[in-house]
């Protein structure tokens, strides 16, 4: 039996780790991606791990969920469904090597440069490969030029030749082209330059010093483009973040964004755990479990949030809870001072504000939240209110680290970034001056779309079955074992996806914690029965 896996970065990896380990009959695996143009391994890497990227591009998750091997070493554990420790199974063939935390030689740096992530995946995957069992035959590939073909009947092509096999999995990540891609007319009236893709950002030294640039977008993106349009360029900050010597090579930077706001610095881990007893906790999970509806959720979380705030000492917890359900407010200095609060916050000087605490309080039961949407249909408003509401949640959870946020706070203090945009929620095409170059820090979303992976065109009509229907969701409908459903709700023989491209139907794609989700293995678990009936 032959299969393809497309993507060879962390989530490639992990599946390739997954069918070594479930699988004990002979089974060809074909992993595209996992050679770069020259014909050098750069499996686990992918975009956002590649290894030559500046030191000050860092992750914004805690280093202690870096672990390729996490489902092998906790036996008793297979994501947050339980579903080893309901039915006792352990892997066959089990492959366990270090966690991030164990290989770094540099213990407790809790947010580490990502090109160092990078490099712990190499060393993963070299784990991974010099384990394979016998009945494993890994063929690498470079990067999948096209897949087409039908049910169970694939074909993939390559620069090496074309491959055909009986069942396809995609692990292809960030999607390669936004639904509708900026092009240099969009900004000709305001801006002589456009970059639409600013990674890696060694692509933006040739902007010149002393020009003025616009930004698309104030998230992670925008923060490693100032920094490489500062500190890329010789400044030096003090170890703290808090002081900035300039290079005199910098350019000036406009930050847009139409809510008027950086995300929050990354907070203290478990800053609410122990706000609240445990008990509490544990009621809100079930509550969340047994939910009948968006909105039921959405009221179980509203007071499990309304509870810790007022266990901080917050006079009137509901008000909070309610000015930060109404999002960013944009106004003159707001950015400023929002990211300063965040900052004292992350350091330990200052009160945690409410939205960080909502935000952390969703994060101790995301878990939950995560099983009772996934894969089902709810009205239209409620889903409409419960995405809005993550979209905040994310902005103070998944913000950079304190390090890089004091930095940014730093720079903006200097005067080397401009907020008079961000602070009146300006669209950055919009934009009331012109500028020498407009960088758009606006990733592509997660989910599906056409023209999203241009390898993938001839079977967008299998991934977008959902697309067309009356459901609100961007993403590749699957189930539990990330087998792509149909119009009908069955699965299509031999066609998987993980990941981003699933965003919607499984929310919380963007985590590198290998137990967070359990699609991985129970592929790799369905791979081994039919390997074992051929």
């Known amino acids: 039996m032959e299969i393809a896996i497309i993507g060879a970065g962390p989530r490639g990896l992990s599946a390739l780790h997954a069918v070594a380990a479930e699988v004990t009959a002979p089974l060809r695996v074909h992993l595209f991606g996992a050679l770069d143009n020259a014909g050098a391994r750069v499996i686990g890497q992918g975009t956002p791990f590649y290894p030559d990227q500046p030191g000050f591009s860092r992750l914004n998750a805690h280093s202690e969920i870096v672990d390729t091997f996490a489902v092998d070493r906790q036996q008793t554990a297979d994501g947050f469904t339980g579903e080893r420790a309901q039915h006792g199974h352990r892997a066959p063939q089990p492959i366990v090597g270090m966690s991030f935390d164990e290989w770094s030689d540099e213990p407790g740096e809790d947010f580490p440069p990502r090109r160092k992530v990078g490099r712990y995946f190499s060393y993963a995957a070299d784990v991974v490969i010099d384990a394979l069992p016998a009945n494993i035959d890994l063929v690498e590939h470079r990067k999948a030029l096209d897949v087409g073909g039908e049910p169970g009947a694939w074909v993939v092509t390559c620069p090496d030749g074309v491959v055909n096999v009986q069942e396809l999995l995609l692990t292809t990540g960030h999607a390669d082209h936004a639904r509708t891609p900026l092009t240099a007319r969009d900004v000709a009236h305001i801006a002589d330059r456009l970059v639409t893709d600013p990674y890696p950002v060694s692509s933006l030294d040739d902007i010149a010093p002393?020009?003025?640039?616009?930004?698309?977008?104030?998230?992670?993106?925008?923060?490693?483009?100032?920094?490489?349009?500062?500190?890329?360029?010789?400044?030096?900050?003090?170890?703290?973040?808090?002081?900035?010597?300039?290079?005199?090579?910098?350019?000036?930077?406009?930050?847009?964004?139409?809510?008027?706001?950086?995300?929050?610095?990354?907070?203290?881990?478990?800053?609410?755990?122990?706000?609240?007893?445990?008990?509490?906790?544990?009621?809100?999970?079930?509550?969340?479990?047994?939910?009948?509806?968006?909105?039921?959720?959405?009221?179980?979380?509203?007071?499990?949030?309304?509870?810790?705030?007022?266990?901080?000492?917050?006079?009137?917890?509901?008000?909070?809870?309610?000015?930060?359900?109404?999002?960013?407010?944009?106004?003159?200095?707001?950015?400023?001072?929002?990211?300063?609060?965040?900052?004292?916050?992350?350091?330990?000087?200052?009160?945690?504000?409410?939205?960080?605490?909502?935000?952390?309080?969703?994060?101790?039961?995301?878990?939950?939240?995560?099983?009772?949407?996934?894969?089902?249909?709810?009205?239209?408003?409620?889903?409409?209110?419960?995405?809005?509401?993550?979209?905040?949640?994310?902005?103070?959870?998944?913000?950079?680290?304190?390090?890089?946020?004091?930095?940014?706070?730093?720079?903006?203090?200097?005067?080397?970034?401009?907020?008079?945009?961000?602070?009146?929620?300006?669209?950055?095409?919009?934009?009331?001056?012109?500028?020498?170059?407009?960088?758009?820090?606006?990733?592509?979303?997660?989910?599906?779309?056409?023209?999203?992976?241009?390898?993938?065109?001839?079977?967008?009509?299998?991934?977008?079955?959902?697309?067309?229907?009356?459901?609100?969701?961007?993403?590749?409908?699957i189930d539990a074992a990330g087998s792509v459903l149909d119009a009908h709700e069955a699965p299509i023989p031999g066609l998987a996806a993980i990941g981003r491209m699933t965003e919607d139907w499984v929310i919380d794609n963007d985590n590198l914690d290998a137990l967070a989700h359990p699609h991985t293995r129970l592929w790799a678990r369905r791979i081994a029965r039919l390997a074992q009936e051929r």
């Open 210 to 477: 002393g020009s003025r640039v616009a930004t698309r977008g104030a998230g992670l993106t925008f923060v490693d483009v100032s920094l490489a349009l500062t500190e890329g360029r010789g400044g030096q900050f003090s170890p703290d973040g808090r002081r900035y010597t300039p290079s005199g090579r910098e350019p000036e930077i406009l930050a847009t964004n139409r809510d008027g706001a950086f995300p929050d610095a990354k907070p203290p881990l478990d800053v609410v755990l122990n706000d609240i007893p445990a008990r509490r906790w544990e009621a809100a999970r079930a509550a969340i479990m047994c939910s009948l509806d968006l909105g039921e959720l959405m009221d179980v979380l509203r007071e499990l949030t309304v509870d810790v705030l007022r266990a901080r000492g917050f006079p009137d917890p509901e008000h909070a809870y309610d000015d930060v359900m109404a999002g960013p407010q944009p106004g003159p200095g707001r950015a400023r001072e929002r990211l300063a609060e965040a900052v004292a916050a992350a350091r330990g000087e200052g009160k945690v504000p409410a939205r960080i605490v909502m935000s952390e309080t969703w994060q101790e039961v995301m878990a939950e939240i995560g099983r009772r949407v996934e894969g089902k249909i709810f009205p239209a408003e409620q889903w409409k209110e419960l995405k809005r509401a993550y979209g905040l949640v994310k902005k103070s959870s998944y913000g950079p680290p304190l390090i890089n946020s004091q930095k940014i706070l730093t720079l903006v203090e200097t005067g080397l970034i401009d907020t008079r945009h961000l602070d009146a929620g300006i669209d950055a095409l919009k934009l009331p001056e012109r500028v020498d170059v407009f960088v758009d820090c606006v990733l592509p979303p997660a989910g599906f779309w056409p023209g999203a992976y241009p390898a993938l065109s001839q079977i967008e009509n299998y991934l977008s079955a959902w697309s067309g229907k009356d459901v609100n969701r961007t993403g590749v409908r």
